[in-house]
RNA sequence: GCCGGGGUGGCGGAAUAGGUAGACGCGCUGGAUUCAGGAUCCAGUGGAGAUACCUCCGUGCGGGUUCAAGUCCCGCCCCCGGCACCA
């Protein structure tokens, strides 16, 4: 028998399709579309589970659409711009572009050894300036627009990048890349007015909730976080100016008891002054930096400085007095707020520790609340009381009307506010694309023009051992002329966040080559990505901007479209069990003995079997990809991974598991090759079945169940883990009826090959090196990646006969085969007088029968 | 605290429309083959009791609706993820 030589199958498969170039894709208008996209990746090295993961099943889907008729656009590039390639110069002395383009090169290739279906013309790295000049051309564009523009903010600073982050790369206090605790600096940079699209990015999420996963959405409202409320002006005599505050409880407007400013806020500084605070103020505002992680994640305590100013409240004409606080943030809202203690926590405390009075404005129905004995903010709706002729109002009534009166006096006005902040896009590093701006002594700002496009990122240097970057240093690069006034001005030295090459690289898949941005009858055709699968990691940063770069492209003129991506699936992480030596810390499987004993020299304590973790290297407990490629074949590590979870749960990675798939590979090409030469000549068609013999009848309705359940899991519902387990189910019974099978009857050969046909045509898209192969074995000599998926036929679908259920109350009593053409009364009756079901019935009343068609009988007695 | 998602055999997971819970795979048990191991093949495999038929229990817990609930409703517990002084 002839071994399953898998890597010289699939080597031999990957040659072909790359010689008869099958998976390029060419616009065209007279064919349907489908653009599948998976996330690229960055070039770290090698590629991991993960990517795998990710990468199978968005081949997977393609391979689907294809044999379904679809033109589709499958495409694969590098997001190549990043720290890491800047660490790696640093601790290897390799320059950051060859590091880059080294890894590229290794990475395409372990992607070709796993046999999916890129159209590798469309391959992308976002570290050419070929692609990066486009950039460079948007933000200028925006620029023009009012839509880029530069201020000094306090900015998230991680020590250890020496860069710059935006908020979104802050998780939990700590730079999203390395962890090294952030701080915050006071910094010139760019900023994108994400916040202009505020409303657009929340309101399309209506429609994309119909497509998208529901925490990505849930995720990106909270991201959003709007706000509606009022700001409301109260008057501070001291300096004769308005103060601004922002609430979204107007209702307790009458229950405002003092007023907190953010210290930032240039308001307090004025205040401070006048009453000669400057100097406590000051120790005020450095004490609230260095604090600020604590009060970020709500651990300070509050804290305040009295300003010994008051604020006259808007209606009552009370003076309220005026604090600096601690939680008061300067980039929401106004920067400052009235203070409620009754009915709001943080104010509460704050009243507690500095005993401002606690005023009650709103009762909840049948309890009377007293300022004396409150032990929290009551923060819930209720009766508003006195607040002047508001009073006896339900709150919810009272925000509205109050905002109202506000509005009519002059003193306040609706606001909508949004925790969304606009996008901070400087970075002070050297692997990335520059920003295209000029500084000139002359003429201010200017952009770069637009034929000096790309800004080119210069390749001859010398990374530094601090890790800084070196643009700043290189004065070929940064002197430069102005390109309004021909005089000397200096480049900017920053270059972007790099998730600014990722929001826009699905457009330039449609064509890379083009000399302008977009070619419009490419992108107008391909756009938008129709299936987009990767981590739920990007569920905010990367989605988020690539659909505000939609936006803003399509206002550019760009883009027809709103939104980039359909349909979304974030699949979920490849995690394995870990072991922890309670001597060494993590360790490998290989260090752990049968028994479950450290296997490092001379330790032998027992090993902590660990929960099922995120593959890390750390951790130890990663696969590689290329060792299991090796052992099992690439078919085999794709049909694991897309049958052991569904693709949006995490997958536990298991030795055994693949041994599982392994082996039905070797079953299904054992069991095609054993027929191969008996079938090679044999063609059926559909008609010549209705004479076929009546036991193999199940088989072949089988058959078609089995491809229309593999058709909508595999193209309609993306549950591939279902799909493969139907036909594996399938195989297991085709492999029963062989023992019925008389290979000198032709109907039965005919069946055979039908049989296996369709099953090679099914796995195909899991597996498609084989199934090549054993499409060439079955006499073909088309590729199978390019044939039509199998049909099913309808007639063969259904049964004349099925398995009816007896229940007696409710409890499962007996099964009957019986024809479906009959009634319920001669069921009934028929039933009834079955042994299995008679001693239920003996000596009962039968008060009703459930008949469900198809389905079961149920006697209630 | 708020907002999502989830809890099904020894394990990963099926059950798409309220209708046989446990498909498919792993593991395990027994058998065949083999000098032996591996590989392969066959049979069994939710639990308890009877081991012939069969009976009872069973989808996190407690109630409810229904002829019928993993699925719907109410209350609770636990796990995972996100957000969290955003006024």
Redesign the pocket.
Same mark, same amino acid.
Request: glycine share 6%.
């Given at each position: 028998m002839k071994k399953y030589d898998f890597s010289t199958i699939e080597k031999k498969w990957q040659e072909l399709w790359e010689k008869h170039q099958v998976f390029e894709a060419k616009t065209d208008p007279s064919k349907p579309k489908y653009y599948v996209l998976e996330m690229f990746p960055y070039p770290s090295g090698r590629i991991h589970m993960g990517h795998v993961r990710n990468y199978t099943l968005g081949d997977i889907l393609a391979r689907v659409k294809r044999m379904k008729g679809y033109n589709v656009l499958h495409p694969m590039g590098w997001d190549a711009f990043g720290l890491p390639a800047e660490n790696a110069a640093l601790k290897h002395g390799v320059h950051p572009a060859k590091w880059t383009y080294d890894n590229i090169a290794y990475m395409k290739n372990q992607l070709k050894k796993l046999g999916f279906s890129y159209d590798w013309r469309r391959e992308l790295a976002t570290c050419d300036p070929g692609y990066y000049k486009f950039e460079q051309r948007f933000f200028i564009e925006m620029y023009e627009k009012g839509l880029a523009y530069r201020k000094t903010s306090l900015v998230n600073w991680c020590s250890s990048c020496h860069t710059v982050l935006a908020n979104e790369q802050v998780?939990d206090g700590g730079c999203w890349r390395c962890g090294t605790e952030v701080t915050y600096k006071e910094m010139e940079g760019w900023f994108l007015r994400i916040t202009a699209y505020a409303e657009e990015l929340l309101k399309e999420l209506d429609e994309l909730e119909k497509y998208w996963p529901?925490?990505v959405i849930?995720?990106q409202r909270?991201?959003i976080?709007k706000?509606e409320?009022a700001e409301i002006k109260f008057f501070l005599p001291e300096i004769g100016e308005d103060l601004i505050v922002?609430?979204?409880?107007p209702d307790t407007l009458y229950g405002a008891t003092f007023i907190s400013l953010?210290s930032e806020h240039p308001l307090a500084q004025r205040l401070a002054e006048k009453k000669g605070l400057s100097q406590a103020l000051a120790e005020f505002i450095d004490k609230v930096r260095k604090e600020r992680r604590e009060?970020?994640?709500?651990m300070?305590?509050?804290e305040g400085l009295f300003l010994e100013s008051y604020a006259i409240h808007p209606l009552t004409g009370e003076k309220l007095p005026v604090y600096v606080a601690?939680?008061?943030?300067m980039e929401?809202?106004t920067?400052a707020?009235m203070c409620v203690p009754a009915h $709001?926590q943080?104010d509460f405390e704050f009243a507690k520790k500095y005993n401002l009075p606690i005023k009650i404005v709103i009762q909840p129905e049948g309890i009377n609340l007293n300022p004396e004995d409150l032990e929290e903010a009551y923060e819930k709706p209720g009766i508003m009381v006195n607040s002047g002729p508001f009073t006896g109002l339900p709150s919810i009534e009272g925000k509205s009307k109050i905002t109202a009166y506000l509005e009519e006096k002059g003193v306040g006005r609706k606001k909508i506010?949004y925790?969304l902040r606009d996008w901070g896009v400087s970075r002070q590093r050297y692997w990335g694309c520059p920003i295209p701006m000029v500084y000139c002594d002359k003429c201010g700002i200017v952009p770069e023009k637009l034929e000096n496009l790309p800004v080119v990122l210069p390749t001859d240097v010398q990374i530094d051992f601090t890790g800084r970057s070196p643009l700043p240093l290189l004065s070929d690069f940064v002197n430069t002329t102005c390109p309004k006034c021909g005089g000397p001005a200096k480049r900017e030295t920053d270059t972007f966040d790099t998730f600014m090459e990722s929001s826009w690289y699905f457009a330039r898949f449609a064509c890379p080559d083009y000399p302008e941005p977009f070619n419009p009858e490419d992108i107008h055709y391909w756009l938008p990505v129709d299936q987009y699968i990767g981590g739920?990691e990007h569920a905010?940063l990367h989605l988020l901007y690539a659909r505000f770069f939609t936006k803003v492209l399509r206002d550019l003129g760009y883009f027809k479209i709103n939104e980039p991506f359909k349909n979304l699936l974030t699949q979920g992480m490849v995690i394995k069990e870990t072991y922890k030596c309670p001597v060494h810390g993590w360790v490998y499987p290989e260090e752990v003995s049968p028994e479950g004993r450290c296997l490092k020299t001379g330790c032998g304590q027992e090993i902590i079997v660990g929960k099922f973790e995120k593959m890390s290297k750390s951790k130890c407990n990663v696969v590689d990809p290329d060792v299991m490629i090796k052992k099992y074949g690439a078919d085999t590590v794709r049909l694991f991974i897309s049958f052991?979870?569904?693709p949006e749960? $995490?997958?536990?990675w298991?030795d055994?598991?693949i041994?599982?798939?392994y082996?039905?590979l070797?079953?299904l090409y054992h069991l095609v090759l054993e027929y191969t030469e008996a079938l090679k000549e044999i063609e059926y068609s559909s008609e010549e079945f209705k004479n076929l013999d009546p036991k193999l009848v199940p088989l072949r309705k089988k058959l078609h169940k089995t491809v229309k359940?593999v058709s909508? $899991?595999f193209e309609k519902?993306l549950?591939f883990?279902?799909g493969?387990?139907a036909i594996?189910?399938f195989l297991?019974l085709f492999?029963d009826y062989l023992k019925e099978i008389d290979l000198n009857d032709m109907m039965h050969k005919k069946l055979i090959k039908e049989c296996l046909k369709k099953v090679v045509l099914l796995i195909s898209p899991v597996c498609p090196h084989l199934a090549e192969e054993l499409w060439q074995e079955l006499g073909k000599k088309t590729f199978i990646s390019c044939e039509r998926f199998p049909d099913y036929e309808e007639a063969w679908l259904v049964d004349e006969t099925y398995?009816l259920?007896v229940?007696v109350?409710?409890?499962?009593?007996d099964?009957v085969e019986v024809s479906v053409e009959a009634t319920p009364e001669e069921l009934e009756a028929m039933i009834k007088e079955r042994q299995?079901v008679k001693k239920y019935l003996e000596g009962k009343q039968i008060k009703?029968v459930?008949f469900?068609p198809k389905?079961?009988i149920?006697f209630?007695v």
């Amino acid at each position: 028998m002839k071994k399953y030589d898998f890597s010289t199958i699939e080597k031999k498969w990957q040659e072909l399709w790359e010689k008869h170039q099958v998976f390029e894709a060419k616009t065209d208008p007279s064919k349907p579309k489908y653009y599948v996209l998976e996330m690229f990746p960055y070039p770290s090295g090698r590629i991991h589970m993960g990517h795998v993961r990710n990468y199978t099943l968005g081949d997977i889907l393609a391979r689907v659409k294809r044999m379904k008729g679809y033109n589709v656009l499958h495409p694969m590039g590098w997001d190549a711009f990043g720290l890491p390639a800047e660490n790696a110069a640093l601790k290897h002395g390799v320059h950051p572009a060859k590091w880059t383009y080294d890894n590229i090169a290794y990475m395409k290739n372990q992607l070709k050894k796993l046999g999916f279906s890129y159209d590798w013309r469309r391959e992308l790295a976002t570290c050419d300036p070929g692609y990066y000049k486009f950039e460079q051309r948007f933000f200028i564009e925006m620029y023009e627009k009012g839509l880029a523009y530069r201020k000094t903010s306090l900015v998230n600073w991680c020590s250890s990048c020496h860069t710059v982050l935006a908020n979104e790369q802050v998780e939990d206090g700590g730079c999203w890349r390395c962890g090294t605790e952030v701080t915050y600096k006071e910094m010139e940079g760019w900023f994108l007015r994400i916040t202009a699209y505020a409303e657009e990015l929340l309101k399309e999420l209506d429609e994309l909730e119909k497509y998208w996963p529901e925490r990505v959405i849930v995720m990106q409202r909270n991201w959003i976080g709007k706000s509606e409320g009022a700001e409301i002006k109260f008057f501070l005599p001291e300096i004769g100016e308005d103060l601004i505050v922002y609430t979204t409880r107007p209702d307790t407007l009458y229950g405002a008891t003092f007023i907190s400013l953010s210290s930032e806020h240039p308001l307090a500084q004025r205040l401070a002054e006048k009453k000669g605070l400057s100097q406590a103020l000051a120790e005020f505002i450095d004490k609230v930096r260095k604090e600020r992680r604590e009060i970020e994640t709500g651990m300070a305590e509050k804290e305040g400085l009295f300003l010994e100013s008051y604020a006259i409240h808007p209606l009552t004409g009370e003076k309220l007095p005026v604090y600096v606080a601690n939680f008061v943030l300067m980039e929401y809202g106004t920067g400052a707020i009235m203070c409620v203690p009754a009915h $709001d926590q943080r104010d509460f405390e704050f009243a507690k520790k500095y005993n401002l009075p606690i005023k009650i404005v709103i009762q909840p129905e049948g309890i009377n609340l007293n300022p004396e004995d409150l032990e929290e903010a009551y923060e819930k709706p209720g009766i508003m009381v006195n607040s002047g002729p508001f009073t006896g109002l339900p709150s919810i009534e009272g925000k509205s009307k109050i905002t109202a009166y506000l509005e009519e006096k002059g003193v306040g006005r609706k606001k909508i506010t949004y925790r969304l902040r606009d996008w901070g896009v400087s970075r002070q590093r050297y692997w990335g694309c520059p920003i295209p701006m000029v500084y000139c002594d002359k003429c201010g700002i200017v952009p770069e023009k637009l034929e000096n496009l790309p800004v080119v990122l210069p390749t001859d240097v010398q990374i530094d051992f601090t890790g800084r970057s070196p643009l700043p240093l290189l004065s070929d690069f940064v002197n430069t002329t102005c390109p309004k006034c021909g005089g000397p001005a200096k480049r900017e030295t920053d270059t972007f966040d790099t998730f600014m090459e990722s929001s826009w690289y699905f457009a330039r898949f449609a064509c890379p080559d083009y000399p302008e941005p977009f070619n419009p009858e490419d992108i107008h055709y391909w756009l938008p990505v129709d299936q987009y699968i990767g981590g739920i990691e990007h569920a905010i940063l990367h989605l988020l901007y690539a659909r505000f770069f939609t936006k803003v492209l399509r206002d550019l003129g760009y883009f027809k479209i709103n939104e980039p991506f359909k349909n979304l699936l974030t699949q979920g992480m490849v995690i394995k069990e870990t072991y922890k030596c309670p001597v060494h810390g993590w360790v490998y499987p290989e260090e752990v003995s049968p028994e479950g004993r450290c296997l490092k020299t001379g330790c032998g304590q027992e090993i902590i079997v660990g929960k099922f973790e995120k593959m890390s290297k750390s951790k130890c407990n990663v696969v590689d990809p290329d060792v299991m490629i090796k052992k099992y074949g690439a078919d085999t590590v794709r049909l694991f991974i897309s049958f052991a979870a569904p693709p949006e749960k $995490d997958l536990e990675w298991s030795d055994h598991g693949i041994e599982g798939a392994y082996r039905f590979l070797k079953r299904l090409y054992h069991l095609v090759l054993e027929y191969t030469e008996a079938l090679k000549e044999i063609e059926y068609s559909s008609e010549e079945f209705k004479n076929l013999d009546p036991k193999l009848v199940p088989l072949r309705k089988k058959l078609h169940k089995t491809v229309k359940k593999v058709s909508e $899991d595999f193209e309609k519902r993306l549950r591939f883990n279902t799909g493969i387990a139907a036909i594996m189910e399938f195989l297991n019974l085709f492999q029963d009826y062989l023992k019925e099978i008389d290979l000198n009857d032709m109907m039965h050969k005919k069946l055979i090959k039908e049989c296996l046909k369709k099953v090679v045509l099914l796995i195909s898209p899991v597996c498609p090196h084989l199934a090549e192969e054993l499409w060439q074995e079955l006499g073909k000599k088309t590729f199978i990646s390019c044939e039509r998926f199998p049909d099913y036929e309808e007639a063969w679908l259904v049964d004349e006969t099925y398995m009816l259920v007896v229940q007696v109350n409710g409890k499962v009593r007996d099964q009957v085969e019986v024809s479906v053409e009959a009634t319920p009364e001669e069921l009934e009756a028929m039933i009834k007088e079955r042994q299995k079901v008679k001693k239920y019935l003996e000596g009962k009343q039968i008060k009703n029968v459930v008949f469900v068609p198809k389905k079961l009988i149920n006697f209630v007695v």
